[in-house]
């Protein structure tokens, strides 16, 4: 980050904290003449001249101070000012450094007049957060995480580093139990908030799909005064939702989906190679809309994007526009051209946080994806986690997706995609193996020119290992 995002004084009066420094030095200011132009928690990814912020998580923070001055920390905040400090290295000493970063929040929010999106939902809100940048950008200073920072100290770290003169802020909120959404949302206090939409996720810890609707609305606790919901329309749940919203005190409902009677409404959807072209009705008004990102979940998506940029101001002319310019990131659905064999294949990646209408919804961009005469649709599969009781039949039932999407091959890892190997006709089944890694090399030897491959399966079923081999090969024999 470039700029002064905090000074000194700022940074201390945001927490009421003591600036310092351990030791002698000769200049006896400068523990309080720094500035920052971000923050970071992990020294691995910290850029010169961030604050470092010493949280006590698997490890303590305070022991890797000196690797954090050693890579140009601007000054470092911390519960304590141990011997492995600096001398003359500032600091920014509280009583707790989790509060502390939860204070610099609040005070990134106060100080600055830009609106505030917040998304939840089981599926679609990386996506949704990346669209709405791509969209909002012509309108304005978007500031949002450039990754999944969705949780209870990711999203502080989120906001904290929102520049003062912003003038759009959007932010995503995961959970996996009741009541962790809660605190997002007062931290954030979003002008407007959207579910996405509801499906069976962390069935581990909710008792039933309606639970996870009652859990995600949590989102609407935390409206700012004349905050607008931004609901699916087509949801089981809508209801439930918008009356959550209602008693929470939203002043505004917009709706997005393919029933009659949504505000921004899917007419048609028409997957056009490596793009897609949508028809919506947008207050009334029918329209063509070029994308820049297949697939008829992502339209949703899209469509979720647009009502919330025209609910906190943004033009939607220019916010259209931009959406056939734009291209989802690495591990949300991005399409790649790779190297196979003597000729070229396509890669879907989509392997970030699989939930089954997820992985559905990807199984039907994989269908739609057009191969060489001769040529397969083959799906590489991780388990999807936190199911519950349900996850082996949840697992099995994909097994419709994928002959409905006419896959050929299907490649699966992990001890729940036992399951849907045991439904799959015994034609589709490539390879199962009980880790990830272990379809690597079977899938390198078996992906040919001409081919599409997906790859999909939550974070931690470590699916990404093939998406990364497929990419190195991609790397390695461009420079033969």
């Known amino acids: 980050m470039t700029g002064s995002l905090w000074t000194a004084y700022e940074a201390a009066a945001a927490t009421g904290g003591a600036l310092c420094a351990r030791g002698g030095q000769d200049d006896s200011w400068a523990a309080e003449e720094w500035s920052a132009g971000g923050l ?55 009583a707790d450094t989790v509060e502390g970063l939860r204070d610099l929040a609040v005070a990134a929010r106060m100080r600055n007049f830009g609106k505030r999106i917040a998304i939840a939902g089981s599926v679609g809100k990386s996506s949704t957060r990346e669209i709405l940048r791509g969209i909002l950008s012509p309108s304005g200073v978007v500031h949002t995480a450039d990754k999944s920072f969705s949780n209870q100290l990711s999203v502080p ?112 959807y028409d997957f056009v190679g490596t793009r897609a072209r949508i028809q919506v009705k947008i207050k009334n008004e029918t329209r063509m809309i070029d994308v820049g990102i297949p ?46 064999g003597r000729g070229m294949a396509t890669l879907i990646d989509d392997q970030c946080n699989a939930i089954p209408a997820s992985m559905a919804a990807t199984t039907s961009l994989l269908g739609a994806t057009p191969v060489a005469q001769g040529s397969r649709r083959i799906a590489v599969l991780g388990e999807m986690l936190e199911l519950g009781p349900d996850g082996p039949s949840l697992h099995a039932s994909l097994a419709d997706a994928l ?62 290992a093939v998406a990364r081999a497929l990419r190195q090969r991609q790397l390695e024999e461009s420079k033969v």
């Open 295 to 340: 697939g008829r979940h992502q339209a949703s998506n899209i469509l979720a994007a647009l009502a919330a940029a025209d609910a906190v101001g943004a033009p939607l002319e220019p916010a259209i526009a931009a959406l056939s310019k734009f291209t989802l990131s690495e591990g949300h659905g991005a399409r790649e051209i790779i190297k196979a």
């Open 403 to 464: 002959v409905a999407a006419k896959v050929d091959r299907v490649y699966a890892a992990g001890e729940l995609m036992r399951h849907l190997w045991d439904a799959l006709p015994p034609e589709m089944r490539g390879l199962y193996a009980d880790n990830a890694v272990a379809l690597v090399g079977p899938v390198l030897d078996n992906v040919a020119s001409g081919d599409a491959v997906m790859v999909n399966g939550s974070n931690a079923s470590n699916v990404s």
């Open 40 to 94: 970071s928690t992990d020294t691995r990814n910290l850029k010169p001249g961030d604050i470092f912020i010493a949280l006590r998580a698997a490890r303590d923070g305070h022991e890797f101070l000196k690797n954090a001055f050693d890579a140009g920390a601007a000054a470092a905040l911390v519960a304590r000012a141990p011997e492995n400090a600096p001398d003359g290295a500032p600091l920014l000493v509280v």
């Open 157 to 268: 770290l989120a906001l904290a580093r929102m520049p003062m003169r912003a003038d759009f802020g959007v932010f995503e909120f995961g959970m996996s139990h009741a009541d962790e959404i809660t605190p997002l949302t007062a931290l954030v206090r979003p002008h407007v908030a959207i579910v996405t939409a509801i499906a069976a996720a962390h069935l581990e810890f909710f008792k039933s799909v309606k639970a996870i609707a009652e859990a995600t609305s949590e989102i609407f606790s935390g409206l700012a005064r004349g905050g607008v919901a931004v609901l699916p329309f087509d949801n089981p749940h809508f209801s439930q939702l918008k009356k959550r919203a209602e008693q929470a005190g939203a002043a505004g409902f917009v709706t997005f989906g393919e029933k009659p009677g949504a505000d921004f409404q899917l007419l048609k």
